[in-house]
């Protein structure tokens, strides 16, 4: 596919898709810990993996991609402006306002390139499934990716479609699980308020899943992970799972369960953006 | 004015209809595809049989039909759901609303076992099916007069770019109103008899019982009535509301389903926007949970059978 983007790139268009995350929170109630979790992963999608064409966005070769977690949409929206599917700039000029295409969660009615709007959780595996169907009968070569939370995946309806990806063979459907193992209320693996997801793995295997894991924060993993994934005529679903941490590259936001979402004030903006300029930094040298 | 059989004098069954236009369909149209939640060999047997690259059963996960539906809609393909209302329109309920509606997706469901024609218990009476799904933006509802509209309709959905959903009543055995051809139109109901005292507006199976009841009144009463095949829920005919409201000032609409939010509703939103003065009875499941019996015997005991309909227009004169 001739990818020229290094490792070395993309790193440096997440460590600034984080900043512009942090930002936007300072603006912008936005699901801020969920975003930084998936930041690395999102931005090897759209700017390594997912095939596209910025000039014709209902181009039938294009691999594509739907935000399940679509309360990770400040992340989405960056990471597809980042893409060239819009304007940085018009994300914080407008986000919220009457008439944006930026909301708290995406809608493609505004958005040319994004193929679904989301935000209600657990149909990533349903409606990708239909997706990737469509695709197969077709005989097309291209890719259906999900991207969904860790947390969502207590919705019964993410087994459904489980069920029915592994029936109808459908090995061109990759879903990647933002493992950050936080949903909002706490832990996911919390004694007392967590459901408790584990054992994750052995649950998609028992559902027919090929199962790959990966450090969702090691960009040369990712990237040498989305790049092992099974052909898409293979026959069998993939689902990736992406280990993660909550708030990723901001000390006091990592692990939280109470800055699922939240607000940044002018002194925690400072200091989160310093701490994530000092890991470039060290990472550069 | 349009030709109607006598009550019960043919009885047709919707589901092998429906079954065969499906397979005339899905010969000319390869997008077209069968997609039911364990339900599509009690609806159309056949064409599962001759068209399992067209069929797809996801297994009794309403939610993931109506989403898988979505998904291969959104990529081109004409998708029909078929499953059961009370399960397609509250277990899916959310995935209608916004992995179809809100998409658009150019989905099309069939629901069948409506209202108390079903039998089944209220655990599998739909009588909520229009009333939740009048209020989601997109869809257009279909309640087929009798088994040969409901092919219309099914041409209909096909024809119509976006979201629909056809509410059958139990498909089989039902009675057939329409003896002449008639244009069937979405959104434009249809007067089916003509009178001067009072107007019935029914919708579904329940043509056939207005139609006997206005028999029974101009026969045995003398008393002469509108019957509106009101075959489009949504977008409602308001015109001819309006027109029934302003002739007779005396409109009872006939449902199987809840007084609440279907039908009646509608028509009772529709009458008090337009400041007609209107008397208005709406007839249909009351607000309760029904228990077994016929259907003939449950609409008697509920109050929404053709001797109700006698009584009703009579004590509205």
């Not at chain 1, 706490?186 to 295997?205: C, N, R, S, Y």
């Not at chain 2, 009588?127 to 219309?152: C, W």
């Amino acid at each position: 596919m001739g990818h020229t983007i290094t490792i070395k790139e993309l790193e440096d268009a997440a460590s600034i898709m984080r900043e512009n995350i942090l930002k936007l929170s300072k603006q912008t109630l936005i699901h801020i810990g969920g975003d930084l979790s998936m930041a690395d992963m999102l931005t090897a999608l759209y700017l390594y993996k997912i095939r596209k064409d910025l000039s014709n966005h209902r181009w039938p070769g294009r691999d594509r991609f739907v935000l399940s977690k679509g309360h990770g949409a400040g992340c989405l929206y960056l990471a597809m402006a980042t893409a060239g599917y819009g304007r940085i700039e018009e994300i914080f000029e407008t986000y919220g306002q009457l008439n944006s295409r930026y909301g708290m969660h995406p809608c493609n009615k505004h958005n040319p390139g994004m193929e679904v709007s989301s935000g209600s959780l657990g149909h990533g595996t349903t409606l990708c499934s239909g997706m990737a169907m469509a695709a197969k009968i077709r005989g097309d070569r291209h890719y259906v990716f999900s991207l969904m939370g860790d947390g969502e995946l207590c919705e019964g309806s993410v087994w459904e479609g489980a069920m029915t990806a592994a029936h109808y063979k459908l090995g061109n459907l990759i879903v990647i699980v933002d493992r950050n193992k936080f949903s909002l209320n706490a832990g996911t693996e919390d004694e007392e308020q967590g459901i408790g997801l584990e054992p994750l793995a052995a649950k998609w295997k028992a559902f027919g899943w090929n199962v790959m894991e990966m450090d969702g924060h090691d960009m040369e993993d990712i990237v040498k992970t989305l790049d092992s994934i099974p052909d898409p005529a293979s026959d069998v679903p993939t689902v990736i799972i992406g280990n993660t941490i909550k708030g990723k590259g901001v000390s006091f936001l990592e692990n939280q369960a109470s800055w699922h979402h939240g607000m940044l004030n002018d002194e925690q903006l400072e200091k989160a953006l310093s701490e994530i300029r000092a890991a470039r930094k060290e990472k550069g040298e | 004015m349009t030709e109607t059989y006598g009550f019960k004098e043919v009885l047709r069954s919707a589901r092998p209809m429906l079954d065969e236009a499906m397979q005339e369909y899905a010969v000319k149209n390869k997008e077209f595809c069968l997609i039911s939640p364990d339900v599509s060999r009690a609806g159309m047997p056949e064409f599962i049989k001759k068209f399992p690259k067209q069929h797809f059963n996801v297994g009794i996960a309403e939610q993931c039909a109506v989403d898988f539906a979505a998904g291969m809609a959104l990529e081109g393909r004409l998708p029909f759901i078929y499953g059961m209302s009370v399960f397609m329109s509250m277990r899916a309920c959310e995935n209608i609303r916004t992995n179809v509606c809100y998409q658009n997706a150019n989905v099309k469901i069939i629901g069948n076992n409506t209202g108390l024609a079903g039998g089944g218990g209220s655990t599998h009476y739909a009588m909520e099916d229009l009333a939740i799904l009048r209020s989601f933006p997109n869809l257009t509802l279909i309640v087929p007069g009798d088994p040969d509209q409901a092919l219309k309709a099914f041409y209909a959905a096909i024809a119509h770019k976006g979201p629909v959903y056809i509410r059958l009543s139990n498909g089989r055995n039902e009675s057939a109103v329409y003896k002449s051809d008639y244009e069937f139109k979405i959104g434009k109901g249809i007067v089916i008899r003509k009178g001067d005292a009072a107007t019935v507006i029914a919708c579904g199976i329940m043509v056939s019982y207005a139609l006997e009841a206005a028999r029974i009144l101009a026969e045995n009463e003398g008393i002469s009535v509108n019957v509106v095949d009101m075959h489009t829920l949504k977008p409602l005919d308001n015109d001819l509301v309006c027109e029934m409201a302003r002739a007779t000032g005396k409109i009872l609409t006939l449902e199987d389903h809840s007084i609440n939010g279907g039908l009646g509703g509608a028509v009772a939103e529709t009458l008090a926007e337009s400041g007609i003065p209107c008397t208005l009875k709406r007839l249909g499941i009351p607000d309760t949970f029904p228990g077994f019996g016929s259907f003939e015997a449950l609409q008697g005991q509920l109050g929404y059978g053709i001797e109700a309909v006698v009584a009703q227009v009579k004590a509205m004169l």
